[in-house]
């Protein structure tokens, strides 16, 4: 069988990661025919762990992050540890993130110091690991122009592939037009920011803040918010091409579509707002890629497959905050086809992350 020449260069590139992992990892890989891509895992470095200490007293909270406790070996470790725990639990490559909150809580000019260094040295272990790691940029909203420079220098010299950004920034959204510089940056490399989690903003953190459900429930509406927040403030009629990813099957977005144009479309005709561009639905589906971190439950799964379609989801374990075996686990156990999973493993990241 004569192969094209895109086939041609997808069978090399996979020959090359396969040639990068271990005997019965690799051969593994090959029985199922797909990579195992991970797109949401964490890391911190010493320095950003030291900082949010400093900042939180050494007290440990939702709002410090994480800066003590079982997380904090494997966060601090990408290296040969972390490659380990990849092969044991048979993940091929991690798309590597800086933790929640990430440098957005500290001073500009810390941020922005501290995020070049995190990009440098996330760099050198993905080229110590190239066949194993990819990354996402650090950014500092806090200084947007400078913060775009960052990520312009982080993608087209490091090799980054796109941009991390912990949701709100003391208590602000990226639809305020100050921090249009990043998005105009990401959409002129075509680089990818993913939105993350992190504490509620202070005007959502009272009603958000249940014992309990901080994290499973308060974390979802507080990024969905900002998510809608981008749609509703016309980012993506500026920006186009922009592509966000969100994690946790989008933070609810997909399982909302219907309703969101209808109640959009109702309250626009009653107040006599200015239209966007497009419906809700279509920048959802346009604009947005989602991960299955943490949400690798067969019946989200394939909802969101559905609302989204078959390119729209990709695969994430959110190590060490998840147990990364038991992701991988109950993403297998998913009744969907082995085309499916490729795409969602594999075809799906290497496109939107350009692996």
């Known amino acids: 069988m004569k192969l094209t020449k895109r086939e041609f260069l997808q069978s090399v590139a996979a020959g090359a990661a396969l040639s990068g992992l271990g005997a019965e990892l690799r051969a593994a890989a090959r029985k199922r025919d797909y990579l195992r891509i991970s797109c949401e895992e964490a890391f911190s470095t010493p320095e950003v762990v030291a900082e949010l200490s400093r900042l939180a007293g050494s007290v440990p909270s939702m709002k410090s992050g994480p800066i003590a406790g079982p997380f904090m070996p494997n966060l601090l470790d990408i290296g040969a540890g972390r490659i380990t725990n990849m092969d044991a639990d048979g993940v091929d490559i991690q798309v590597l993130l800086l933790t929640s909150p990430g440098v957005q809580i500290f001073a500009p000019d810390t941020a922005i110091s501290m995020a070049r260094d995190i990009n440098d040295r996330l760099a050198d272990a993905i080229k110590a690991h190239p066949t194993r790691f990819a990354g996402l940029a650090t950014v500092a909203p806090q200084k947007p122009e400078e913060t775009a420079k960052e990520l312009a220098r982080a993608v087209s010299s490091l090799g980054l592939k796109g941009g991390i950004i ?129 949400m690798n439950y067969s019946i989200p799964v394939k909802a969101a497959l559905e609302a989204l379609g078959p390119d729209k989801v990709l695969f994430a374990a959110d190590y060490p905050m998840e147990v990364q075996k038991d992701a991988v686990d109950e993403m297998e156990a998913i009744d969907i086809s082995v085309d499916l999973k490729k795409r969602i493993f594999e075809t799906n990241p290497r496109r939107v992350f350009k692996i």
């Open 166 to 294: 912990n949701s709100h920034t003391n208590g602000e959204y990226l639809d305020d037009k100050k921090y249009w510089p990043i998005l105009e940056a990401a959409q002129a490399l075509d680089a990818p920011i993913y939105i993350h989690p992190r504490d509620p903003s202070p005007s959502l953190e009272v009603p958000l803040t249940v014992p309990g459900f901080e994290v499973s429930w308060g974390y979802a509406v507080e990024t969905g918010t900002h998510a809608i927040r981008l749609i509703g403030g016309g980012v993506f009629d500026q920006f186009p091409k922009l592509r966000i990813v969100l994690g946790h099957l989008g933070e609810t977005l997909p399982f909302l579509l219907g309703r969101l144009d209808n109640r959009y479309r109702w309250q626009k005709d009653l107040f006599g707002l200015k239209s966007l561009k497009r419906l809700p639905s279509e920048y959802v589906r346009d604009n947005f890629i989602v991960t299955t971190s943490g």
